[in-house]
């Protein structure tokens, strides 16, 4: 009998090679979320001349947001592909071997942190190319991929979830207008003190999603920021551990014995 | 005459799928809305950026786009449905009963045009129920409305000429992705003379650009480049329109 590493090793493996023969589950993460930096940061520039504003690059203000929006793409692919998986009928036959629902688990949301991994080193390059620089130096890069790839975890966590509930990659796919909703009622665009309109700023502080814009973001501009750090981290634990927690819950009912 | 039966035919048809369809519906009629509340909303501290001068507000100023956006997004999710009925075989059992095939192509972009107009006529009420301000009068805003209306079938035309030629609904995003980039490399935020390096140079030769620039000034109630704006809008449409017959004409030697 295996190993739980072994097992772990093994469908975080399938995972990458699964997507990494799927060009458009990646090109589109990568793709898409710099594309939209590109156009926002072209077209929001003069947001700069705002007093209070926090920088003069707009760009580096919005490079926080391909960190977010790959994230949601992570929960996408991760629901997706794990549906597949139902539909075509292939975790009904991993049910009759011995794995764990821990390996598989693990092994699933491994494939998913590691490209999330690689969009957050490509965005990395993308900013530096631009010729941002974080403000947190070479320490504060590190913090920030640990950081990405934990949101990756927690968010692809939500996708499995979605998924094992529902077992439809359609069902799946409905999920993102919703994220994309939290993305855009969020201090994506402009930073939460000068938002003007009282409501959308409420909105925008209740949202979990400025809080992990705004933890990527001090990263970039202002430096070490323990409160937006706290926040950030504290934040995407709790995604976690809650998504995983439902996750565990929801698959000794697909993986049934 | 047998162009228009098989034109209403078409239409009705698509309409009635749009309007008996929730999920098809509901989309079509909240993303307009959350972009305008998302803009509108989370942006409007931008009135005060120096050299922004917009007489209506921010939220008027951001209509203006989201309905240019809903009007173009409303010919593209039309090009999904005729990519769908390709899927399905109907397309092809259409073109084997219409007598005048062009009537196919006319049916489609009615029912983008319908479409568009209850989502306009939704925003619209939106809008002004959120205390949006306009300057335009009897003239302008219906001006508004036509040029939005162009835009819309040219989009229309120009996912219908894709859907003819791949016939897949693979191609979503073939038809999605450039009027997308149309669209947002325009003037989206603020106005084209507040754009700065590429995204200025880009904006400049944007047919868009113009579009929206006469919009908001029909908005505002003091038109300008309306002459341009209606020419870049109606040749965008004529040309789409080459492009869908070619479609056709492709899907019909495809069998």
């Known amino acids: 009998m295996s190993n739980l590493p072994d097992e772990v090793y093994a469908l975080a493996r399938r995972s990458v090679v699964r997507t990494s023969r799927m060009p458009a589950q990646w090109i589109a993460p990568l793709i898409f979320p710099t594309m939209l930096l590109a156009v926002n940061s072209g077209g929001l520039k003069a947001v700069t001349h705002l007093p209070g504003f926090p920088t003069t690059s707009y760009v580096a203000f919005a490079l926080a947001v391909p960190f977010i929006q790959g994230a949601l793409f992570a929960t996408m692919n991760a629901g997706t592909e794990l549906a597949r998986d139902i539909q075509t009928g292939f975790l009904n036959r991993l049910a009759l071997t011995p794995l764990r629902s821990a390996a598989l688990l693990a092994g699933h949301l491994g494939g998913v942190v590691a490209l999330g991994f690689v969009q957050a080193c490509f965005y990395l390059a993308v900013g530096l190319v631009v010729g941002v620089r974080p403000a947190a130096g070479v320490a504060g890069v590190v913090v920030l991929l640990v950081f990405a790839a934990l949101i990756a975890l927690a968010f692809g966590a939500l996708g499995t979830w979605a998924a094992l509930r529902t077992g439809s990659g359609e069902s799946v796919q409905s999920l993102f207008p919703v994220f994309f909703v939290f993305l855009f009622l969020s201090s994506m665009a402009i930073p939460r003190n000068l938002i003007q309109q009282t409501w959308f700023r409420d909105v925008a502080t209740a949202n979990p999603v400025s809080y992990l814009l705004e933890c990527v973001r001090s990263l970039i501009i202002t430096g070490w920021n323990g409160e937006a750090l706290g926040l950030g981290f504290g934040i995407v634990f709790a995604m976690g551990v809650a998504a995983l927690a439902l996750s565990a819950h929801a698959l000794p009912r697909r993986l049934a014995r | 005459m047998r162009v228009l039966s098989v034109a209403g035919g078409v239409a009705w048809r698509s309409l009635h799928n749009v309007f008996t369809n929730p999920s098809l519906l509901i989309p079509q009629l909240a993303f307009p809305l959350f972009f305008f509340t998302a803009f509108a909303g989370g942006l409007s501290g931008i009135r005060n950026v120096p050299g922004f001068d917009y007489p209506p507000g921010y939220t008027a100023f951001q209509f203006v786009f989201v309905l240019c956006q809903s009007a173009a997004f409303g010919g593209v999710f039309t090009g999904f449905g005729i990519a769908r009925d390709f899927e399905t075989g109907f397309v092809r059992r259409l073109l084997l009963a219409a007598r005048k095939r062009t009537g196919i192509i006319l049916g489609y972009g009615i029912a983008a045009l319908v479409r568009w107009l209850v989502t306009a006529t939704f925003l619209t009420a939106v809008a002004f129920a959120v205390g949006m301000n306009v300057g335009g009068g ?63 140079a880009v904006a400049y030769v944007n047919p868009l650009t113009r579009v929206l620039e006469a919009g908001r000034s029909f908005a505002a109630g003091s038109p300008t480049e309306v002459g341009v704006a209606f020419a870049a809008a109606a040749g965008l449409a004529v040309l789409f ?10 899907a019909e030697a495809a069998g």
């Open chain 2, 138 to 200: 009897g003239v302008d805003l219906p001006a508004l409305y036509l040029l939005a209306a162009l835009v819309n079938i040219a989009a229309g035309l120009w996912a219908c000429g894709v859907a003819m030629r791949l016939r897949t609904m693979q191609a979503f995003p073939v038809m999605q992705m450039p009027v997308f980039l149309a669209l947002f490399f325009a003037p989206v935020y603020v106005p084209l003379h507040l754009l700065t390096g590429w995204i200025h």
């Open chain 2, 241 to 250: 329109t080459l492009w869908a017959l070619r479609g056709l004409r492709s």
